[in-house]
C-alpha cells in the first residue's frame, strides 16, 4: 500500500483494517485489548515480510513476542478504519524492537502508539537463537537502513 | 463437580466460569460471541472426558464442530459467575449432538442454551469416519444411557 | 459494495472483512467464535442501513439477538479475505430472521452459513415491542419485497 | 481471597481465572492478546475494592487506561489455572500505575508481568480530573502505605 498518511511516514509496512462493533465496550469505546491485536496482525504482516514465518519451518528458528506495550492516545469508536505502522526501531543480536502506530480515518489523528520486542527462537533447540542472516537483510532492506550491532535489542 | 443446579440436572459434565467485564459489549451485556466461547470451553471439557483429543493423536480421527446455536434468553452482566452444562444428546454414526446449557449465578436463572454438532473426522485420510469405538463408549458411559444408531445423528 | 460473488446474490448487504492471524486457534483454523463476530458485523452494517440503532434512541425501540445459528462448511485459515453477505428472510409482527453467508476469497467458497432472529425490543419499557413501521419499510426496500405478516417471525 | 503464593506477596487483589483452550493461538500457546484481558480483568477488580467506578456515576470522574504493557515470561497452556496479582505502585495527582503479576498454577512460576497507568477522568468536563480523594484513601488502605505526591505519576 502506498502511504498518503504524514502521520505513518518512515513506516515501511502498514495495514488497513475496520473497526468492528464488537469491539467496543461497556465504556462505548474501542478496548484496549483489541488494540494488542491490531498490533498482532501488523507484526505478522511483516514478519511475513520479513521470511521470519518461514526460517521457523525451514531452520527452527522463529519469532517470539517477548514483550509489548501500548500508549492509548485517542478512543477509537465504530465506525472507523484505522491504519497500523509498524517498523523496525532496534535490532540486536537475538532480538528486535517493532515499533506501531495506529491511525484513525475519522478522527484523522493518531490513536495509540506502543512497541513489542521480538526474540529469536530456535524452537528445536528450545533456546535463543541469533536473528538469521537472510531475516536480518531483509528488514534492513525493507527499513532502508543498517541496524549496527547492540547487545541491548 | 457435583451439581446443585436443578436447572442442570442431567448434564454430566458442567463447567464454572466467571463473567469478565471486558465480555461485555456497548450495549453493556455480554456480548453474544462470549456465549460461543462459553460453550467451547465447556465442550472441551466434555471432549477431553471421552478421550475424543487424545485419539486424534493415536489414531488421527479427532471431531470437528460442525454446526452451533445459541437461544439467548435473559443477558449477562458483570460480575457474574456461570455455570455450563454439558451433555450429549443425540449419536449418528459419524457424528453427535452436544447440547449446552448456561446458568447465570447472579440471575439464579438459565441465560442461554443451544447446541453443536461434532463430526468425527479423520485427520489423515481427510475425510469422515465412524465415531472411534472407545469415543462412543465413553459417551455411553458419561451419559448412562445407550444411543441408538441413527443416521442424522 | 457491487457484488460480483455469485454465491452472495441475493444479498443487499455485503461486508468485507480480512481474516485475522490471531483469529486462528491451535487447530490452526479460524476458531468457531470469530464467525459470529463476523456475523455480527455484519448484522450491525444491517441494522443501521435500515436505522434500527436510531429508532432506539428516538423511540426507545431497538434490536436484540434472541438466537444464532452457524454451519461450518469449510475451515478459514489466514491470510484471507472474506465476504459477509446479510439478508432478512423472514418478517413477524416484534421479530425478524436474518441470513448470512460467509464467501472465502481464497477458497472462492462459501465457508459458512448462518442465521439469527433479532426481536424488537422497547428497552424504555422492557418488554417486547411490534417493529417500527419505518424499520419495517426500509427492510422491504432494501430486501425489494413484502413480507407478508406471519406470528412465527 | 488469602494469598498463599509467595510470588505474589505484596498483591493485595489477587484474582483466579481458568485458562481457555480458545485462548491459544496457532502457535499452540496462550496468544498475546489474552494477558491484557486478564490484566484487565484484575485491573477492574481492583477498582471496584477502591470505589473508582462509583465515583464515575456520582462525581463523573473515573479511570482511563491510559497505557498498558506486559513482557511475557513463560508460555501459558491449556489446561492450567492462572492467579493475577495486582497493585497500584505509584500514584501522581491525576494518575497511578498499576503493577500486575500472572502466576500459572500448572507451571508454578510466573508467567507474565506487566503495568499500566490509569488516569483520572473527567467525563462531564471531558478533561483530566485529580484523583478523588476517597479513591486516594482507599488506595492506601489497600496498599498498607501512603504515596507520595508525585507530578510523574
Redesign the interface.
Known amino acids: 500500500m502506498q502511504n498518503t498518511i504524514p502521520d505513518l511516514d518512515g513506516f515501511p509496512v502498514i495495514?488497513e483494517?475496520?473497526v468492528?462493533?464488537?469491539e467496543?465496550?461497556?465504556f462505548?469505546h474501542v478496548?484496549?485489548?483489541a488494540y494488542?491485536?491490531y498490533f498482532?496482525?501488523a507484526r505478522?504482516a511483516y514478519l511475513e515480510k520479513i521470511g521470519h514465518v518461514e526460517t521457523m519451518h525451514t531452520t527452527g528458528i522463529g519469532p517470539?513476542?517477548?514483550?509489548?506495550?501500548?500508549?492509548?492516545k485517542r478512543p477509537l469508536t465504530?465506525p472507523d478504519k484505522i491504519f497500523v505502522g509498524i517498523r523496525v526501531s532496534n535490532m540486536g543480536t537475538d532480538r528486535f524492537t517493532m515499533q506501531f502506530r495506529i491511525f484513525s480515518q475519522k478522527l484523522q489523528k493518531i490513536a495509540a502508539e506502543g512497541d513489542g520486542v521480538i526474540v529469536s527462537y530456535n524452537y528445536r533447540e528450545r533456546r535463543r537463537a541469533p536473528i538469521p542472516d537472510e531475516v536480518r537483510q531483509r528488514i534492513e532492506e525493507l527499513e532502508g537502513r543498517t541496524f549496527p550491532l547492540s547487545h541491548h535489542g
Open positions: 495495514i483494517l475496520p468492528q462493533w464488537g467496543m465496550d461497556a462505548q478496548n484496549n485489548v494488542f491485536r498482532e496482525s505478522i517470539i513476542l517477548a514483550a509489548a506495550r501500548c500508549e492509548f465504530y
